[in-house]
């Protein structure tokens, strides 16, 4: 079992920038492959970005790619987001999710655990 818990979302102008964290409980974090999520109002939920379980395999979404860096701490369980240049269609809630298949997260944006998200709201 594992346990997600994002922190870092708040309100940001256009431009600027946020981290986000996702701290994972479990001692098998290092075998995860970590994704981020998002979804905004009356809208489906979108992958942005994953990151794969040995550090340096990333990918992301189009939308974000550029401007956005995930990347992870195994020794801290914790996964992070940075987004710079942020702007008003980035508003959303951020929710991060964990599993043991690439695939699962990047090509059908799933996951086996979930965290609860984070609000990040970009104004104009």
């Known amino acids: 079992q594992v346990q997600l818990v994002e922190s870092g979302g708040g309100l940001v102008q256009a431009g600027g920038s946020l981290r986000l964290s996702c701290a994972a409980s479990g001692r098998t974090f290092n075998t995860y492959t970590m994704g981020w999520f998002r979804q905004a109002p009356g809208k489906e939920r979108e992958f942005v970005a994953a990151i794969g379980w040995s550090v340096g395999s990333t990918y992301y979404a189009d939308s974000v790619k550029g401007r956005f860096t995930i990347s992870r701490d195994n020794a801290k369980n914790t996964v992070y987001l940075r987004m710079n240049g942020l702007k008003p269609e980035d508003t959303a809630v951020y929710y991060c999710?964990?599993?043991?298949?690439?695939?699962?997260?990047?090509?059908?944006?799933?996951?086996?655990?979930w965290g609860q998200g984070t609000q990040v709201t970009v104004s104009s």
């Open positions: 999710a964990a599993d043991h298949a690439y695939r699962t997260i990047v090509v059908n944006w799933g996951g086996e655990y």
